[in-house]
């Protein structure tokens, strides 16, 4: 039997790793599902392997095999609170019938809520940023912590699928195992009727493919069974689903950049500012200070996360009163010479007590990040390689001890909630 044993996180990618499952797709090629899944769970990832789980439509056929192969197996299940209630009856039916004793609800930040989405109706305006909340970012620390993922992905669904192995090594070396990878449309059926799988409560009225009850309706006849998901919008996939590597891959990832932030390198669910964006339709971008002042109105009227850019020579003091409207407040140093950023990072803070992101952007090197995060800036945007290491390894203290006050308004260590570390 060929042995892949489980991947230790933030490695460089093996070849000989990748040679493993070149031949584990080869040696079980004709393997079944239920013979694909019993092998991964006991001689490739043993204890480290998991599967997220929608309890949609088309949910029951893969939590039986999981459920025939260990019933301990972790299964997370995105509790968005949008959720039909019979999707969460359907949980505690599958729960039950199929005796699953680990299935984990993961719930979006209350503080995300409140910030961006505080009378829950960010789905009918911005139905990618309310994924990202309710969806992408719960998700991601989850992701980590195991070495492989089990999928209901399946070659008919879609044209990129069509090479679909049962086993693949994702672009962070983790691997992804997809028991139902050769099932056709009838498999699917074939199997439910045959363990006499319960259906999902909605499937008989047209609902072919479940997700948030908002963003659902049911199908016609002879239509896409996923149609009827956010129907209306331009908008086809949660932004959970993964790239080409298997990865995860969201909307609001689309431009690949990292941040620094609470001691580690997490996606940037902010994009860069161009000149083309649109007021009115502006989300999760970094508005030149200046800019923002030109249409402050129409700035204004979006219900989107925005962020302010301040530049050296802008004033934060020109927008005082609106600094309670960004949720990011990106500082720009050009150069390292240029010190302005400092007194914008600490006037936002100090005089003006911005609770939210502040970052650094620009110019930004190991040896100013101390200075930064004394004046309240909290997080990094890095392309300098170097300080990105010396930040991914550790190497740069965190100031938690003052020796020496900036100002009047030096806080002790523990009351600045800007300073607090998550979790
Ligand atoms: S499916 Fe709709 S309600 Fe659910 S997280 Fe996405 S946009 Fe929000």
């Known amino acids: 039997m060929a042995q892949v044993s489980a991947l230790p996180r933030q490695h460089q990618h093996d070849p000989l790793r990748e040679l493993g499952i070149v031949a584990l797709n ?22 480290d392997m998991a599967i997220v789980s929608s309890f949609g439509a088309d949910s029951a056929v893969l939590l039986h095999l999981v459920s025939e192969v260990d019933k301990n197996m972790p299964i997370y299940f995105l509790e968005t609170g949008k959720h039909f209630t019979e999707t969460l009856a359907y949980v505690e039916t599958l729960k039950q019938r199929l005796g699953l004793t680990n299935v984990i609800p993961i719930y979006p930040s209350s503080e995300d809520l409140a910030r961006f989405d505080p009378d829950g109706t960010l789905w009918e305006t911005d139905p990618d940023s309310c994924c990202h909340i309710r969806k992408t970012e719960p998700l991601e620390p989850i ?79 002879g239509e896409d069974p996923r149609a009827g998901r956010w129907r209306g919008f331009n908008k086809r996939e949660c932004g959970i689903h993964f790239d080409f590597n298997g990865a995860i891959a969201s909307p609001m990832q689309a431009n690949k950049r990292t941040i620094f932030k609470d001691g580690t390198f997490k996606p940037d669910p902010f994009k860069e500012w161009t000149d083309e964006t649109d007021p009115a339709a502006a989300r999760y971008v970094h508005i030149p200070l200046t800019v923002f002042v030109e249409h402050r109105e129409a700035f204004l009227k979006t219900q989107h996360p925005l962020g302010l850019l301040v530049s050296p020579g802008e004033r934060i003091e020109d927008v005082e009163a609106d600094l309670d409207r960004f949720s990011s407040i990106a500082v720009n140093f050009p150069a390292f010479t240029d010190g302005r950023g400092y007194s914008t990072a600490r006037l936002s803070r100090e005089r003006y007590k911005f609770a939210g992101e502040i970052r650094a952007v620009g110019d930004v090197l190991a040896d100013q990040i101390p200075l930064m995060r004394r004046c309240g800036i909290d997080s990094f945007v890095v392309t300098h390689e170097p300080t990105r290491k010396a930040l991914s390894e550790g190497r740069l203290a965190e100031v938690d001890i003052f020796y020496q006050p900036t100002g009047a308004a030096e806080i002790p260590v523990g009351t600045r909630p800007y300073l607090r570390r998550a979790g």
């Open 26 to 47: 080869g040696m079980f090629d004709e393997m079944d599902a239920l013979g694909v899944l019993q092998h991964a769970a006991t001689q490739i990832l043993p204890g």
């Open 143 to 221: 992701t980590e912590q195991f070495g492989g993922w089990v999928t209901g992905r399946k070659r008919y669904q879609t044209a990129e699928r069509g090479v679909l192995p049962h086993f693949e090594l994702t672009s962070d070396d983790r691997i992804k195992i997809n028991p139902l990878a050769y099932f056709s449309d009838a498999d699917v059926a074939a199997y439910k009727a045959e363990h006499d799988l319960p259906e999902h409560p909605l499937y008989a009225h047209g609902y072919k493919s479940i997700g948030c009850a908002p963003c659902t309706s049911a199908v016609g006849e």
